[in-house]
């Protein structure tokens, strides 16, 4: 990719971007600008991945083509507010904070900017996100693929019209904090039953891993997968019967339910 991009915040999440970005050598360090209000943090980031850091925002809309801002929600509208008059009409600005609508992101730039709304997860972290893309109606087809090759280096992610984020938030967003649960009560289980506290985690999580790998690498449907496992009356169909019995399947959708409620409020 042949663009300068612009990061306003150096947290994990900004960081797990780069990280993608140079790792995938989709983005040179030398084409990378970040501003962040903490000045150990910018020393960090230039230590860690030598990218160009940078003390003011306007300075880093001067530069860059791509402006992705990577600050929480209630800090966005100073950040745009800041670079509004420094960004070009062919520049795309882009936000990952939740709950920050596309319509609260163009309230705070120039008429008909390029701008798009995106709900990535903290799976970024180790190069497997999975983000949801939202543009508005100005952002063109070359821009998506531009877009598109910054969130695919570190994990996938598909383009969806935004009234689909809130969901998105609570199967994605929130989501890697249900499966930890189910992690941690998966080698619970296997704690009472005398595994060690060590082997348990790893075969919970690898478990885990494993299933989700099958799923998308075999394109077979959740459901089939699970009926390959549950041989008649054996272990794996008794205790699935037990999880059903307990409201297993509707405790996650009501989960799933109850974050994309809560973000649809903020």
Do not use: W
């Not at 990280?19 to 230590?47: N, S, T």
């Not at 008909?112 to 952002?139: D, H, W, Y």
Request: aromatic content about 6%; overall charge negative.
């Amino acid at each position: 990719m042949n663009k300068k991009i612009g990061f306003y915040g150096a947290g994990n999440m900004g960081k797990a971007i780069m990280q993608g970005l140079l790792e995938a050598k989709v983005a040179q360090a030398e084409d990378i600008y970040v501003f962040d209000v903490y000045q150990p943090a910018l020393d960090k980031i230039q230590a860690d991945l030598g990218v160009n850091t940078v003390n003011e925002e306007e300075k880093v809309a001067q530069q860059v083509d791509i402006n992705l801002v990577a600050v929480k929600p209630g800090i966005v509208p100073s950040v745009l507010d800041k670079i509004k008059d420094h960004i070009s009409s062919d520049s795309i600005v882009v936000s990952i904070a939740a709950g920050v609508t596309l319509e609260t992101l163009t309230a705070h730039l120039p008429a008909e900017t390029k701008t798009i709304r995106v709900m990535p997860n903290t799976p970024a972290l180790v190069g497997e996100e999975m983000s949801a893309l939202a543009p508005n109606e100005f952002v063109t087809d070359q821009d998506k693929e531009d877009i598109m090759e910054i969130f695919s280096s570190f994990g996938q992610a598909k383009f969806l019209d935004e009234h689909f984020i809130d969901a998105v938030c609570g199967v994605s967003g929130s989501g890697p904090a249900y499966v930890y649960l189910f992690i941690e009560a998966l080698a619970d289980g296997a704690v009472l039953e005398g595994m060690t506290r060590p082997d348990a985690y790893l075969f919970a999580a690898q478990t885990v891993f494993g299933s989700a790998k099958m799923v998308l690498e075999t394109g077979k449907h959740p459901g089939e997968l699970k009926d390959m496992v549950c041989s008649p009356g054996g272990t794996t169909i008794g205790a699935v019967n037990s999880l059903e019995e307990d409201g297993f399947r509707s405790a996650v959708m009501h989960a799933v339910s109850t974050a994309t409620k809560i973000s649809k409020g903020m």
